[in-house]
């Protein structure tokens, strides 16, 4: 069987030179936490075999968009169609070929930084494991060629900047698909979504526990252990961060006096918003108001 690492019809790679990643992507402060060091797409890549037995450098992002192939990550193989995409985590093992019959069409990207590690780690655990299938996103691959076009205009500082910010947001597309879809056509995530959706309808009440459980006809007991796991917070606790955004809102935003702000977010006490504001915003609304004026 033929096999190659690269040489397709209408491939395209660009590898950013190392004296480039060293001198400029690892030393701008705004390019160390994530950047990419090769990035490409590789059409219909007829006999595509690649295996590195020390893993590679840097982690390795790549999203199928048609035809099949398979990965091998240390010693568990994946099947890859389309709209499949796999993160291959640096020095991890791996193998990776395209089928024999109907090779795939792949985008991929190598990317390192400061805080590349931790988010593949968020990935996986957003995953459960590092393959994922990704719902179709009309913006995630013009995305993709933009980052690629900038990249391919040289290395002025504003060039990568540019590219290596919009890759934050072309992973997040891929970490996150369900978010980036646009408002109502984005299916619930789960129950905690559905609890925080309630909740931001309730602002202008103080819900019980109680009724954000049964919001999601959970017990409250489980719900608790659920919302804390997710979020970090008790549900309280976020319900009352939520009343302190609309807050903000309304202090900087109307004319509101500190009792009509409190009255909106369902509090008669005033000077118990104020003290929930001052310990949320760590100043009073008043001071909040005017610093922001």
């Not at 995305?143 to 690629?148: G, K």
């Not at 109680?210 to 796991?229: E, G, I, R, T, Y």
């Amino acid at each position: 069987m033929i096999r190659k690492k690269e040489g397709f019809q209408g491939q395209r790679m660009i590898v950013i030179p190392r004296n480039v990643l060293s001198g400029k992507c690892a030393r701008e402060p705004a390019l160390t936490p994530l950047f990419i060091t090769d990035i490409g797409c590789y059409p219909k890549a007829m006999f595509h075999h690649r295996k590195r037995t020390q893993g590679a450098d840097q982690h390795i992002l790549i999203y199928c968009t048609e035809g099949k192939g398979n990965v091998t990550l240390r010693k568990e193989t994946y099947l890859m169609e389309a709209g499949d995409c796999i993160l291959l985590p640096r020095k991890w093992a791996h193998e990776y070929s395209a089928d024999e019959t109907d090779p795939w069409t792949i985008y991929w990207a190598h990317f390192q930084g400061t805080s590349a590690d931790s988010i593949v780690e968020t990935a996986v655990r957003e995953w459960k494991g590092h393959k994922i299938v990704l719902q179709h996103s009309p913006e995630r691959i013009p995305l993709f060629e933009r980052i690629y076009e900038q990249l391919q205009r040289g290395y002025r500082e504003e060039n990568l900047v540019w590219s290596n910010m919009n890759f934050w947001s072309f992973l997040s597309s891929c970490i996150y698909p369900e978010m980036a879809k646009p408002g109502k056509a984005r299916q619930r995530h789960d129950n905690i979504d559905q609890a925080i959706d309630f909740m931001n309808s309730h602002l202008d009440h103080m819900l019980t526990l109680q009724q954000m459980a049964q919001s999601v006809n959970l017990s409250q007991s489980h719900f608790c252990f659920l919302f804390k796991n997710n979020t970090g917070f008790s549900p309280i606790e976020y319900f009352n961060q939520l009343k302190i955004q609309k807050a903000c809102q309304y202090l900087l935003f109307t004319q509101l006096r500190i009792k009509e702000v409190a009255a909106r977010l369902g509090m008669e006490d005033p000077c118990y918003f104020s003290r929930m504001f001052t310990r949320v915003m760590g100043v009073s609304p008043n001071q909040y108001r005017e610093r922001n004026a």
